[in-house]
């Protein structure tokens, strides 16, 4: 059935004609061999990424590549004082390309993920996996070099910690990224619309009630200990495994000072009714 777009009556879905009004009822119809075009989108996009589009990205690497230029600079002016300033000029020098490929690939990645959100979302993990793991290769380094410079065998050793658990990381990042990425797939849909609906009358604006605002803290239904990942989950609203999973990384790559602040969280955050 269909509806008359001027009186609101129900016809039959053939009718061309209302029975109750005569008036014309044209059913739009769109072509299905033509694929929708979407613009990108422009909510999302900076003031910077509207000035300067696809150079912006570039001008940003170039930025970047001379800021590392200029610390590798004022370390290797160091370097007669300081062993650690040496050598971490020494490191910076022989990653230089692969610093300027990384600005590229990360600038480059965040203007077209604002620009085109959906179709950026496939392989958003991946790219987030490369940076991430590329800048704690970069930490594991420096503690390695502080290390070998003091010498401080607990440097070294988290050295030798981060380096070791890179590839676990990136594989973790990797598994989180997507399963992100399947739960949030339907929040890009739109809902069809009836374009033979009848006309509705345009409501008198009610004022929106009052509603205090979000505060975190800690989950008194999903808990294992004191509910502190649970109240965060549902503040943040994801998975609470997902908060969990980050929060057992974020322990291991601090060395158990994410323990001290769960106990702070624990104490000062209130409980959900």
Do not use: H
Request: aromatic letters at 12%; a neutral charge.
């Amino acid at each position: 059935m269909v509806y008359c777009p001027k009186c609101g009556a129900v016809n039959d879905d053939q009718a061309t004609f209302c029975q109750k009004c005569g008036g014309q009822i044209v059913i739009p119809q769109q072509p299905a061999s033509e694929p929708v075009k979407r613009a990108p989108a422009v909510w999302n996009q900076t003031p910077f990424d509207r000035t300067f589009r696809g150079g912006g990205p570039l001008l940003k690497t170039f930025l970047g590549l001379i800021f590392v230029l200029l610390v590798m600079e004022i370390f290797n002016a160091l370097s007669s004082e300081s062993v650690f300033a040496g050598g971490f000029a020494d490191f910076l020098g022989d990653t230089l390309l692969l610093f300027f490929l990384i600005f590229l690939l990360a600038f480059f990645f965040g203007y077209y993920t604002r620009k085109y959100p959906r179709e950026s979302a496939m392989v958003s993990p991946l790219v987030t996996a490369v940076i991430v793991t590329f800048v704690l290769w970069a930490v594991s380094n420096v503690f390695t070099l502080l290390g070998e410079s003091q010498p401080d065998d607990f440097l070294t050793a988290m050295g030798e910690m981060v380096s070791s658990v890179l590839y676990i990381i990136f594989l973790l990042i990797l598994l989180l990224g997507y399963i992100g990425v399947i739960m949030k797939a339907g929040r890009f849909g739109t809902s069809p619309q009836n374009v033979n609906a009848p006309p509705v009358p345009p409501a008198a604006p009610q004022p929106a009630p009052y509603a205090p605002g979000k505060r975190m803290g800690r989950s008194n239904r999903d808990k294992i200990i004191f509910g502190v990942c649970g109240g965060m989950a549902e503040y943040l609203d994801t998975d609470p495994f997902l908060v969990r999973v980050l929060w057992v990384v974020g322990t291991i790559l601090t060395s158990g000072v994410l323990i001290l602040a769960y106990l702070i969280l624990a104490i000062i955050t209130p409980k959900y009714p």
